[in-house]
């Protein structure tokens, strides 16, 4: 009786891993990939929710987002924001940088910050979130992309909207002239 209530445990842990219907829900809710998965692959998209040990896409990340800037000539008035510095700094003081590459993605690699602890502070160009981040490492969980209930620049009742950097704020150590 015990080896068979270890058995189904260990079986029940193992099937529940990659099963959980919230971050489930969430990719099966994601738009289809647009070319091949690299670092400039869906912008605007929340990463961690297949970065991380549960989908397992490579690499596994800390935290990742995308920054836009306006631009009337891009769909949505929206374009990538490039080569602009992103500063964060958790709990304990610890601080990293990235650079936003041509899709205005930006990521911490898990294996570069692997004790990252909770609540975050964020810069990013000359712009300081006002509220801190509690729990989720990919920015688009709460900073939606524009669509039909969220016009503009993606701000809704439950979203803070995208990030918008101003038109200046890149970076030399990031490859940009200012």
């Not at 490579?58 to 306006?70: D, F, R």
Request: charged content about 20%; proline content about 10%; glycine content about 12%.
């Amino acid at each position: 009786m015990g080896r068979v209530l270890v058995a189904m445990a260990t079986g029940l842990l193992v099937v529940g891993c990659n099963n959980d219907p919230l971050p489930q829900a969430v990719i099966d809710g994601l738009p289809p990939e647009n070319g091949a998965p690299s670092a400039q692959h869906r912008p605007g998209q929340p990463c961690l929710v297949c970065h991380t040990s549960y989908e397992g896409a490579e690499p596994p990340l800390a935290l990742g987002g995308t920054l836009y800037k306006l631009d009337a000539m891009a769909p949505g008035g929206l374009a990538p924001a490039p080569s602009v510095l992103v500063t964060i700094t958790d709990s304990t003081g610890d601080l990293r940088n990235a650079c936003t590459n041509a899709a205005g993605n930006f990521f911490i690699r898990k294996e570069d910050w692997p004790d990252l602890t909770y609540p975050l502070k964020v810069r990013a160009g000359s712009k300081s979130m006002n509220s801190i981040v509690g729990r989720d490492g990919s920015c688009a969980s709460c900073h939606k992309l524009p669509s039909a209930d969220r016009p503009g620049t993606g701000a809704g009742r439950d979203s803070a909207g995208v990030v918008i950097i101003d038109e200046g704020d890149v970076d030399e150590t990031c490859g940009g002239v200012p």
